[in-house]
């Protein structure tokens, strides 16, 4: 039995950690930051790991996942009703409460508008940011003339509740920028994007200041500056530096916007053609630091894998969410796993989730199939690097990872009970530990592989480069 008040805290009335003496972890001598941290994810590869490959997290490091638990439990509808299931350790009841936060967790939608002027590159921002290039079928039409007239949404490939919005064009004579926020229902969208190829003008600086007129975010990006850089190296290769290039660029927006009355303009450096370089990963950040938390996971897990730093945002916000999945798997019509002895759970949520995981990291077959045809690299060359599944996930295939998790699930579960919300789960059975387990090192798997396909990706690219500058 957990006390009340330690659940309250847990589940929103109150943020901050605080457990009865009985529970309060021994261990937590240090709290490292989560995001971003590979020191603290959970191994599941290497020979000193043990036969099967694993390792029991660290309390502290368990427990850090628990620190956004708070924030997932306040989407609970009937937060007295989850109060009481956990207090009496009732993990069905438990699981039947969080089954609608899990579906709101990855059904959230999101809306992103991305304005700019004509050129500015702002169509192939959309197609980039959802992980397409401009010659796609779903792609937004791009070219040197202005090609959209209305708000066009362009949905996500693999996350329908992921919208971005190809807004009109800025700077025509006529623009005005609250009749152009009406136009374009400034209402409808999480956050802007104000993109321009050149200098921030008039236009720009008037948008930005409407928008935040009405509590709004934006984010000013300036684009094409591979083009920049390239031009300054071919006029002065003697003297050439990309840094001071950089630099130059970003002083004249920041200048610009200022004298039109923005207070400390941040404005991003972005090539559309290489995403990942530049201030993708500044841009980014701020972007994420920006939504609200459901929000935020919605966006980084559906971010293109562009650079390591993406990876591991992607793998930090998922991780925090394994115990809900684990909890719904156990709890919300289990059955008995076959061949893996004291765990029942939903096969088929699990073999939904792990193959969720490929689609974020970009290790779907669709998703491999374009990276092959992008790099021109023979897919099967690409899968061999692969130490997770290769296909999709079959219900089969988790039932041998739970299999491989059994095999010290007692011990694990030990270490989970003093860990704040998981500690009552656990002491429910071994179902939820294995899961649990299963969960947490198949992700990390994949965001192995992930690491894995993106050196690659930068090697054959760059290969490729060389090739076409060698004729």
């Known amino acids: 039995m957990v006390p009340s008040n330690w659940v309250k805290q847990m589940c929103g009335e109150g943020t901050s950690w605080a457990s009865p003496p009985a529970l309060r972890p021994r261990v937590f001598l240090k709290q490292q930051s989560w995001e971003g941290s590979e020191a603290s994810s959970l191994r599941s590869t290497g020979p000193e790991d043990g036969e099967q490959g694993f390792r029991h997290p660290m309390a502290s490091e368990v427990f850090q996942s628990c620190l956004s638990q708070s924030k997932i439990l306040e989407l609970s509808k009937d937060t007295r009703a989850l109060q009481e299931a956990l207090e009496a350790g009732d993990l069905p009841a438990v699981a039947a409460k969080l089954q609608s936060t ?8 999101l809306d992103i508008g991305v304005t700019g002027g004509m050129g500015s590159g702002k169509s192939t921002f959309v197609n980039a940011i959802r992980g397409l290039g401009d010659e796609d079928p779903s792609s937004a039409c791009t070219g040197v003339v202005e090609m959209t007239v209305d708000p066009t949404p362009y949905v996500h490939p693999k996350y329908p509740n992921i919208i971005i919005w190809d807004l009109p064009g800025i700077g025509t004579p006529a623009f005005r920028a609250d009749r152009y926020l009406q136009r374009v229902l400034l209402d409808r969208y999480d956050f802007f ?15 930005a200041r409407e928008i935040l007129r009405w509590g709004k975010r934006f984010y000013c990006i300036r684009s094409k500056v591979d083009v920049d850089i390239a031009a300054s190296r071919s006029r002065r290769p003697s003297s050439f530096s990309e840094e001071r290039v950089l630099s130059q660029i970003r002083d004249d927006c920041v200048q610009r916007l200022e004298v039109e009355g923005l207070k400390a303009p941040r404005v991003f450096l972005l090539s559309m053609f290489e995403l990942g370089k530049y201030d993708f990963r500044l841009l980014e950040e701020a972007m994420v630091r920006g939504l609200e938390s459901h929000k935020r996971h919605a966006f980084l897990v559906a971010l293109p894998n562009v650079s390591k730093p993406t990876l591991e945002r992607k793998v930090a916000s998922l991780r925090q969410h394994v115990w809900l999945v684990a909890t719904v798997a156990c709890g919300a019509n289990p059955s008995p796993v076959p061949g893996v002895p004291e765990v029942a759970c939903d096969l088929h949520t699990l073999a939904r989730s792990l193959e969720g995981y490929r689609r974020s990291f970009g290790l779907d077959k669709g998703s491999l199939i374009r990276l092959a045809e992008q790099t021109g690299r023979p897919l099967h060359k690409i899968l061999e690097a692969l130490q997770g599944p290769k296909t999709k996930v079959t219900e089969a295939l988790v039932v041998e990872l739970l299999g491989q998790a059994s095999g010290d699930a007692s011990a694990f579960s030990q270490e989970l009970l003093n860990v704040p919300i998981l500690g009552p789960l656990a002491a429910c059975g071994l179902s939820f530990a294995t899961v649990y387990r299963m969960l947490r090192t198949s992700l990390d798997v994949v965001f192995k592989d992930a690491q894995n396909v993106l050196v690659q990706a930068s090697l054959d690219n760059a290969d490729h480069k060389l090739d076409q500058q060698s004729r």
């Open 102 to 109: 899990l579906h709101s967790l990855e059904n959230v939608r």
């Open 193 to 207: 994007l104000i993109i321009t190829s050149e200098s921030f003008t008039t236009d720009h600086a008037q948008l």
